[in-house]
């Protein structure tokens, strides 16, 4: 499931690929959905597979290297593009709309809270000022504004690309709604997931995650308590990563502190340094 097609065209090939080297069970099928993950339990009635429930979801928060290295799309610092940052093509709210007709305290709300940038003000006023000047319609022009917030002599190179990175982030959550969409799927998923099936949540920054470890807490119930796992001897290794655990009335949160990457996998994929993983188990 992805609200991305172009995400989803990509998928459906390598997963062609796969099968067609796995030989699976002759009533295997892989589905794709453009689709949110809010909105699995209408697709699984679909495909008559909610009578039983499932076993498990994965939700990868991530944004794929093929959405960021395409400047078409607007979501890279580095590249200069339309200042677009959908990830549904067929959604009307762009970046460039937010940054050039919605209401200035709006702006500075979003870079606060969906950014966390500490220099909301200063660049809520110079975009205000941008505006005056003709707006702002590409990737390149708002990258400039927020240069001339970070001085040479504050971080240099690394200084305003970590601003706007934060700025682009606020952006994008912003354009496709995306907290509102992480506070609603993991509802919706642990609704379809069979008894001891698990849902899985990959998110990629501080602000996801602690969404991500709330929603976990209301779903199991508020009187959710702390339990440390013992290991047996002769347990299955692939379960050694469930170490400490929160007990509720409807479920466990089989990680209370979420998985991080490896240094190992860290030297694959520079990408997943920030990743971060939990995962809770229907009672």
Not at 13 to 36: D, E, G, Y
Not at 39 to 48: A, E, F, G, P, Y
Not at 83 to 112: C, F, H, T, Y
Not at 119 to 148: C, F, Y
Request: proline residues 4%; hydrophobic residues 35%; charged residues 25%.
């Amino acid at each position: 499931m992805d609200v991305d097609p172009l995400a989803l065209r990509m998928a459906r090939s390598r997963i062609n690929a796969a099968i067609s080297h796995s030989h699976p069970h002759p009533n295997f099928q892989a589905l794709t959905f453009v689709k949110n993950f809010r909105h699995i339990r209408s697709l699984l009635t679909q495909v008559d597979h909610i009578s039983s429930g499932v076993d498990g979801i994965l939700m990868d928060l991530g944004m794929s290297s093929m959405q960021v290295n395409n400047p078409a799309r607007g979501f890279s610092v580095l590249a200069n593009g339309p200042l677009d940052m959908r990830m549904d093509p067929q959604a009307s709210l762009k970046a460039e709309d937010i940054l050039n007709s919605w209401p200035d305290s709006e702006v500075g709300r979003i870079l606060r809270d969906y950014g966390e940038e500490r220099n909301w003000r200063l660049l809520q006023n110079k975009i205000a000022q941008a505006r005056l000047q003709g707006g702002l319609h590409s990737t390149g022009e708002l990258v400039d504004v927020i240069r001339s917030t970070t001085p040479g002599t504050k971080g240099g190179r690394q200084g305003w690309i970590k601003t706007a990175t934060r700025v682009f982030q606020a952006l994008r959550i912003a354009v496709n709604d995306e907290l509102k969409t992480l506070e609603d799927s993991p509802h919706a998923c642990f609704d379809c997931l069979a008894p001891e099936g698990r849902l899985a949540v990959i998110s990629f920054h501080s602000l996801e995650d602690r969404i991500v470890k709330q929603v976990f807490l209301k779903i199991i119930g508020e009187e959710g308590r702390d339990s440390v796992r013992k290991i047996k001897g002769g347990e299955d290794e692939k379960e050694l990563w469930i170490r400490q655990t929160i007990q509720g009335s409807n479920g466990t949160i089989l990680t209370k502190r979420p998985i991080t990457p490896s240094e190992k996998e860290e030297g694959f994929n520079r990408r997943c340094r920030s990743a971060k993983l939990r995962v809770i188990q229907k009672l």
